[in-house]
């Protein structure tokens, strides 16, 4: 068995009602749905979630819900407790641990069927792995560039620069491809969800991850985020009338 474990919550200040925002003219978090259903692997999708209208869309494709518990529904809940709470409901209901568990967000919609289907072949192939998860290479944004405000409101390095070595320059390739996690979508064994044992901010990891190379994956959290995120849909086959999948 594996288990599908997708998390979104009602109350989003930041950009507010996001998860059910028209994308394409799809709801947002239809894309993680499709991606989940049309994985050759997937056998079981629930939703985690504390809002009427998210539990409605996922009644449309089938979802088995999970009431998410009020505490674990405020803009201070980590995600972490959240797939934790997930999870342990999960293991209620089939009365098993599944094999693995596809961790994805209803804000996270660059995650394609073939992505989730190349993580779980990965660990199957490699038992020493703790999980697999997309990453996309954002060098503009690397370390290197990281500035903060320091106390006398000057702009300093966020990370001290000497550990770079002496190779810095304002080449943003010049340290390397910069890889991130980027929230479309987390495979992972169950003992992950049994404790807290990966660097943060992804405990849910473990140490021995597998990373997935896409392009341009984003949880998307500010409207300026919309319009990339349709871009990366249209070039994976998606407009407002089809999908790259067959169901």
Not at 189 to 195: G, S
Request: net charge neutral; hydrophobic share 35%; aromatic share 10%.
């Amino acid at each position: 068995m594996i288990a599908a474990l997708l998390i979104g919550r009602g109350g989003s200040t930041g950009l507010p009602k996001k998860n059910v925002k028209p994308i394409l003219g799809r709801p947002l978090m239809t894309y993680p749905i499709l991606a989940a259903k049309n994985s050759k692997y997937c056998d079981k999708i629930f939703l985690s979630t504390d809002d009427e209208e998210i539990k409605k869309i996922g009644k449309s494709f089938d979802l088995e819900l999970i009431n998410r518990p009020d505490y674990l529904a405020t803009k201070e809940a980590l995600a972490e407790d959240a797939y934790i709470h997930g999870y342990n409901e999960i293991k209620k209901i089939l009365k098993e641990d599944p094999e693995f568990i596809i961790l994805l967000f209803c804000n996270g919609a660059t995650v394609l069927s073939k992505y989730i289907d190349e993580a779980i072949e990965a660990l199957r192939k490699d038992k020493t792995l703790d999980s697999s998860c997309t990453v996309s290479s954002y060098n503009m944004w690397s370390p290197l560039r990281a500035k903060k405000i320091d106390k006398n409101g000057k702009l300093v390095p966020f990370v001290p620069l000497e550990i770079f070595g002496n190779d810095v320059t304002c080449d943003r390739g010049s340290q390397g491809d910069t890889w991130y996690a980027d929230c479309s979508t987390f495979v992972v064994r169950p003992h992950c969800m049994e404790k807290k044992n990966g660097d943060a901010p992804f405990t849910w990891l473990g140490r021995n991850i597998h990373p997935i190379k896409q392009w341009g994956g984003l949880d998307i959290d500010y409207d300026w985020q919309i319009p990339i995120v349709e871009y990366w849909l249209k070039v994976n086959g998606f407009t407002e009338n089809k999908t790259p999948y067959k169901n």
